[in-house]
């Protein structure tokens, strides 16, 4: 795929690594830009006032908004899956809805919106982009939600890509340690620049490449995997 000219749809484009990937969209000419965003009258001033830019209200919680996004926007090419959230806390004896809220949004919310667009990258033989984590493949004290919701979204991402390859759908995912977005204000650790994570994504999309490790985390994580499981803690630091 060429991203010049093509109709994107990015969830949680508002901040973080979903407005690098409009920022890197408009920058290889993307025709048109959808942004997916829960408050669309909050966005900054270069969403709200870029020709090209068009502010969807989308909340992955809410089938209700996916399904009026997705009648809104019947061009798009090309969709990046990058809106979730992370709640710190244990599994056994932290809040359940905490849990449940966790995988609401970034497994199952990310499947209704495959499911909703997949209508419109098939008529356009588009692009898939889902925003995974190195935390597909282990996980640290207090982040058991968040990773059991990025690895079941690493196995849906698999799947999507066999039923998506018949109509020649490109279906990526993105793993990542940490980014330097609000979402990682708190983790002192090395964060990878959101944009760099957007290129390699993109420039991914542009070479049709499947996978993509975007920083030593996620790539030294995946080399890790045939040995014990979080044993790579220790060589994380």
Request: charged residues 25%; neutral net charge.
């Given at each position: 795929?060429?991203?010049?000219?093509?109709?994107?749809?990015?969830?949680?484009?508002?901040?973080?690594i979903g407005r690098r990937?409009?920022?890197?969209?408009?920058?290889?000419?993307?025709?048109?830009?959808?942004?997916?965003?829960?408050?669309?009258?909050?966005?900054?001033?270069?969403?709200?006032?870029?020709?090209?830019?068009?502010?969807?209200?989308?909340?992955?919680?809410?089938?209700?908004t996916i399904e009026a996004a997705a009648r809104q926007a019947e061009d798009v090419?090309?969709?990046?899956?990058?809106?979730?959230?992370?709640l710190m806390g244990p599994l056994l004896d932290g809040p359940l809805d905490g849990?449940?809220?966790?995988?609401?949004?970034n497994l199952y919310g990310t499947l209704d919106m495959a499911r909703a667009f997949?209508?419109?990258?098939?008529?356009?033989?588009?692009?898939?982009?889902?925003?995974?984590?190195?935390l597909s493949?282990?996980?640290?004290?207090?982040a058991g939600a968040y990773a059991m919701s990025k690895a079941g979204a690493w196995a849906m991402t698999?799947?999507?890509r066999l039923e998506l390859a018949p109509a020649g759908v490109l279906v990526q995912g993105v793993h990542l340690g940490a980014a330097d977005t609000d979402m990682m204000g708190d983790y002192e650790g090395p964060k990878i620049?959101?944009?760099?994570?957007?290129?390699?994504?993109?420039?991914?999309?542009?070479?049709?490449?499947?996978?993509?490790?975007?920083?030593d985390w996620s790539r030294t994580v995946k080399a890790a995997l045939p040995g014990e499981p979080n044993a790579v803690l220790s060589h994380l630091g």
């Open positions: 795929m060429n991203i010049a000219g093509q109709t994107a749809f990015v969830t949680g484009a508002n901040r973080g990937f409009v920022g890197e969209l408009l920058a290889r000419g993307a025709g048109r830009v959808y942004a997916g965003v829960r408050e669309p009258e909050r966005a900054d001033e270069a969403l709200r006032t870029d020709p090209r830019v068009t502010l969807v209200r989308l909340d992955l919680t809410d089938r209700a090419s090309l969709l990046v899956n990058n809106a979730g959230i992370s849990t449940r809220r966790t995988l609401d949004t997949a209508p419109a990258l098939r008529a356009h033989r588009g692009a898939l982009v889902n925003v995974l984590s190195a493949w282990f996980t640290v004290p207090g698999n799947a999507l620049d959101p944009v760099e994570v957007a290129r390699q994504s993109l420039d991914g999309v542009e070479k049709g490449e499947i996978e993509i490790l975007a920083d």
